[in-house]
Structures are given as structure tokens and as C-alpha cells.
Nanobody
């Protein structure tokens, strides 16, 4: 599986962005997927995750503003980001796991669960 993110950019606070993660290879394989962000000097943190049943989990900082979804027709993972804040600034990565998610859906927010990552797309909110 290969992952390629797109959709990042520079926006003002309150605006929206929609990130896309194109999935190539064996699309039927990813069971769990997630969006993560990282800023310089900080650890990568889970933003949103989704399991094979379509159940989603979100970090407290984005709950109610971000929505994760899968576009099975286009083989993509999406992240709709509304009401963006300056603290949402960072490099956003998507990740996938080619086996069933273990435990609670909140495990989809744990970076260590994922062996496959995209190259990232930058989001800057001012």
C-alpha cells in the first residue's frame, strides 16, 4: 500500500480545508486508517482515525470540527477540517494498517499502530 496526501495549504483562522490521502496498491488491505499531525519539536499526534466498520475517533482538540471518512470509490481517505485554528498548523500525515484494528477505536489514534505512512501535506493556519 502506498499513501499520498494532498489538500494542504495556508488559510486564515475559521476557514476550511479538505485533505485527501490517495491509496494505491492493495486497497482492500487497509483495515484501520488515521490522520496525524506533527509540528517541529513535538511528537506526532493522532487527529482522527477510522476502523474497518467506519467507526471514527477524534482527538479532543478537533472533535466537532474535523470529520474523517473513506471514499471507497476513489480509494481515498479524507479529512474535512472546518473552523480551523492556528493551533491546527502542522504537517499532516495519513497512515494505514493492513490488519484488523485491535481494541477500542481510539487505538486508531496511536502512531505506533501504523507501519505505512504517506509523505505528509502542510497545513498552516494564521
Amino acid at each position: 500500500v502506498q499513501l499520498v496526501e494532498s489538500g494542504g495549504g495556508s488559510v486564515s483562522a475559521g476557514e476550511t480545508l479538505r485533505l485527501s490521502c490517495e491509496i494505491s496498491g492493495h486497497y482492500a488491505s487497509p483495515y484501520c486508517m488515521g490522520w496525524f499531525r506533527q509540528t517541529p519539536g513535538k511528537e506526532r499526534e493522532g487527529v482522527a482515525g477510522i476502523d474497518s466498520d467506519g467507526v471514527a475517533a477524534y482527538s479532543d482538540s478537533v472533535k466537532g470540527r474535523f470529520t474523517i471518512s473513506k471514499d471507497n470509490h476513489k480509494a481515498a481517505l479524507l479529512l474535512q477540517m472546518n473552523s480551523l485554528k492556528p493551533e491546527d498548523t502542522g504537517m499532516y500525515y495519513c497512515a494505514s494498517l493492513s490488519r484488523p484494528c485491535l481494541g477500542d477505536v481510539t487505538n486508531t489514534l496511536i502512531p505506533g499502530e501504523y507501519p505505512t505512512w504517506g509523505q505528509g501535506t502542510q497545513v498552516t493556519v494564521s
